[in-house]
């Protein structure tokens, strides 16, 4: 419990605000979905057709980041060259037509609850997901439509610079209703990620649902960390109650 209000005044110091949450901003793959896997598979096969060498380090470390960003790094990194926009999008479409191919991934334990519990104390639910795959984004609305409006859903085609930048978790506070940093919790698994939420002024909480050392999170300054989701909703009431 202490750790808890320790993390919430160390937020209102840091900031100089006054946490006071009315929406919760959920990241997509490796927070509501077990997805980190395939997508790790996705990229290796992918990208070995185009003669670029991906270790499972790689697409954990690199989670979060738009897929073409991602692309145009790993080919400057590998092959010292600059690629277009358009060519980087046609490789980034070989990695999700693999993805799709594959069994979907489950629902991580814990998440429909922790959504429930945030509607019940009148919070909205969001998603901010450098994601930019239709069919995913098209599951999400099935599967929490529930308790997450279509228009509280931010991708990578809503923003210019996606994660590791605040853009697209500043445009997640502008489509919950125009709220400001401290009034949204993010929910990141990645480095990315987190360094994303913390960058919006939010606070930012980590869940290490991945392969990552905790030390790989917690250098990008979340304000709490977990391992599981089902950690987090055993916390929730005294994260916003406090
Ligand atoms: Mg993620």
């Known amino acids: 419990m202490m750790d808890i209000k320790r993390a ?3 937020y209102n110091t840091t900031f100089g605000v006054e946490f006071h949450p009315k929406a919760v901003l959920f990241d997509m793959d490796g927070v509501l979905y077990d997805s980190m896997p395939r997508h790790a598979i996705a990229w290796q096969k992918s990208m070995a057709q185009f ?10 470390a690199t989670e979060g980041a738009r897929g073409f960003d991602t692309v145009k790094m790993l080919v400057k990194r590998q092959k010292g060259t600059d690629i277009s926009d358009e060519k980087a999008k046609a490789m980034y479409e070989v990695k999700s037509n693999i993805f799709h191919a594959m069994p979907e991934a489950p629902i991580f334990d814990g998440v429909k609850e922790l959504m429930q519990r945030i509607t019940d104390a009148g919070l909205s639910v969001n998603v901010v997901t450098g994601s930019a795959q239709k069919p995913l984004i098209a599951r999400l609305t099935h599967d929490f439509g529930q308790w ?15 994660k ?3 853009d697209p978790y500043l445009t997640g506070l502008r489509r919950a209703g125009g709220l400001k940093p401290w009034q949204g919790i993010v929910v990141e698994n990645a480095p990315l990620g987190i360094h994303a939420g913390v960058a919006a002024g939010c606070f930012t909480i980590a869940v290490n649902s991945g392969p990552l050392p905790d030390s790989d999170l917690l250098v990008e300054k979340p304000n709490l960390l977990y391992q599981k989701m089902t950690e987090l909703l055993g916390d ?6 406090s």
């Open 8 to 10: 919430i005044n160390s």
């Open 51 to 60: 003669g670029i060498h991906m270790t499972a380090h790689d697409v954990y």
């Open 148 to 162: 997450l409006a279509p228009d509280h859903i931010t991708t990578a085609y809503d923003v210019d610079r996606g």
């Open 164 to 166: 590791p930048d605040p």
């Open 236 to 241: 929730w009431e005294r994260i916003i109650g």
